[in-house]
C-alpha cells in the first residue's frame, strides 16, 4: 500500500500537493549559493501573479506516490482554477483516483466530492484568498494544490529562506520561452519556469524531503487572464448532493487527545 499521511476532512479529504520527478539540468559543483538574480526573478514572478484579478488556470500535474517497499508511481491529473480576487475562487482536482471541488466564496468554504454527492462547508472565514490558502492546511487540514501560486510575492512566502537558488537555463514550454530556476529551502526543493513574456510560471517541479524517497510532483500551467470570470461560475449548487459535518484538524486533533 502506499504510504499515506492522516488528512482529517472526514468521509472525503482533498489530497495534498502532490509531485513529479524531472532529471537535473544542473550540478552543483562547489557549495550551494543563493543568486541574488534568481531571488529577484521569483519576486517579480510573484508580482506578476499579485497583479492578476481575474483568470483561470489550468494545469496537467504528475503525482509520486510511494509504495511501502519505496518504488514510486507516477500519476497524472488535473487542477482548475477559476479566480476572482481578492476573495472568490474555485477549483477542481480530478484523477482516476479522484474527484474534488472546491469554492470560496469569501465567507464560506464548499468541498464537494461529485462522485459521492457529498459536501462539507467551513463558514464565517471572511477573510481573501491569500490568508486562506496559507493557513489551510494546518488549520483545517485541507491542501490547496499549487497554493504557493497565491502566496508568491506575498510575506506568506519568505525568501530569505532559500538555501540555494540558481538559474538553470531557457528552455520552451509549449511553445513559450521560459528560463528555468532552481531553488532549495528547508524541506523542500523548487525548480520553476517562468515566461520571458508573460513572468508568470509555466512549469514547477517540487521535491518533498520529508519522505527520504523523495516523491515529486510536476505541474504544466496554462493561463487565461483576458476572459473574465463570471460569479456564477463559482457558484456552489447544493442540490441532489448531502451535506456532511466537517471538522478542522484542531477539533480532530484535540478530540484525539481527549479533548485536553
Not at 107 to 117: A, G, H, M, N, Q
Request: glycine share 6%; hydrophobic share 40%; aromatic share 10%.
Amino acid at each position: 500500500m502506499p504510504r499515506t499521511r492522516s488528512i482529517v476532512l472526514l468521509a472525503f479529504a482533498l489530497a495534498g500537493p502532490m509531485l513529479l520527478c524531472l532529471p537535473s539540468h544542473a550540478q552543483q559543483t562547489s557549495a550551494p549559493t543563493v543568486d541574488a538574480d534568481a531571488v529577484t526573478a521569483l519576486t517579480r514572478m510573484g508580482g506578476a501573479l499579485r497583479a492578476l484579478d481575474n483568470f483561470t488556470l489550468s494545469a496537467r500535474t504528475i503525482t509520486d506516490y510511494v509504495l511501502d517497499d519505496g518504488q514510486k508511481l507516477a500519476l497524472t491529473g488535473t487542477v482548475n482554477y477559476k479566480v476572482r480576487e481578492p476573495d472568490h475562487f474555485f477549483v477542481e482536482v480530478q484523477s482516476d483516483k479522484q474527484h474534488r471541488q472546491l469554492f470560496y466564496d469569501g465567507k464560506t468554504l464548499t468541498i464537494y466530492s461529485p462522485r459521492l454527492k457529498y459536501y462539507a462547508t467551513v463558514d464565517d472565514l471572511n477573510m481573501p484568498t491569500q490568508a486562506l490558502l496559507a493557513e489551510s492546511a494546518t488549520t483545517y487540514g485541507v491542501d490547496f494544490p499549487l497554493a504557493d501560486l497565491f502566496l508568491w510575492g506575498t510575506p506568506a512566502f519568505p525568501t530569505d529562506r532559500f538555501t540555494s537558488a540558481m538559474l538553470v537555463g531557457t528552455e520552451t514550454i509549449d511553445g513559450e520561452r521560459s528560463k528555468h530556476y532552481a531553488y532549495r529551502m528547508p524541506g523542500v526543493d523548487w525548480q520553476v519556469w517562468i515566461s520571458d513574456a508573460t513572468q508568470l510560471p509555466r512549469q514547477v517541479v517540487i521535491t518533498s524531503h520529508n519522505d527520504p524517497a523523495l516523491p515529486d510532483y510536476v505541474a504544466t500551467l496554462h493561463w487565461d487572464t483576458k476572459r473574465a470570470v463570471s460569479p456564477k461560475e463559482l457558484a456552489f449548487n447544493p442540490s441532489g448532493a448531502t451535506r456532511i459535518v466537517f471538522v478542522p484538524v484542531a477539533v480532530a486533533a484535540q478530540t484525539a487527545n481527549g479533548g485536553n
